[in-house]
């Protein structure tokens, strides 16, 4: 299940730092296509805190397993990227709005990945806590 979720996380968070790199170039072509909704405020709030919730849960169920930190490492850099792109107005600052979501979505994502190996790479052994 570990491995699913973070797969689906790395999947999501790649998704999104697309769409943050890409708002800004089609911001006037999503009206027309019904999709005007991706670029408000709102959905990418909700999604930028889905994102972090998820990654969160996901990383902590991880470390339980393999005791490993380097995800946490790409987590927390990733949260504050994320963060500091939803609190930039993307229309008075688009540009630097879409750098930080799509450097922050990309972290988390690494961070999922990163997760993602460390927990393939554990060896249960009589050296571990959490036998399989």
């Known amino acids: 299940m570990a491995q ?3 797969r689906i996380g790395a999947t999501a968070s790649f998704v999104c730092a697309l769409h943050c790199a890409a708002l800004p170039l089609v911001v006037a072509l999503l ?3 019904g999709l005007g909704f991706l670029a408000s405020h709102l959905f990418e709030r909700v999604f930028v805190v889905c ?3 998820f990654a969160t ?3 902590t169920f991880g470390f339980r397993k393999h005791q490993g930190k380097a995800a946490f490492a790409l987590l927390l850099p990733g949260v504050v990227l994320l963060v500091m792109g939803i609190i930039i107005n ?3 600052s688009p540009l630097l709005h879409a750098v930080l979501v ?3 979505g990309s972290l988390v994502a690494l961070a999922h990945l990163t997760n993602l ?3 393939s790479a554990h060896v249960h052994d009589e050296n ?3 036998p399989a």
């Open 102 to 104: 799509s450097c922050g």
């Open 117 to 119: 190996r460390l927990g």
């Open 31 to 33: 009206p027309a296509l």
């Open 4 to 6: 699913f979720t973070d």
């Open 57 to 59: 849960a996901s990383l």
């Open 128 to 130: 571990c806590r959490h």
């Open 51 to 53: 994102a972090i919730l």
């Open 90 to 92: 993307l229309h008075n």
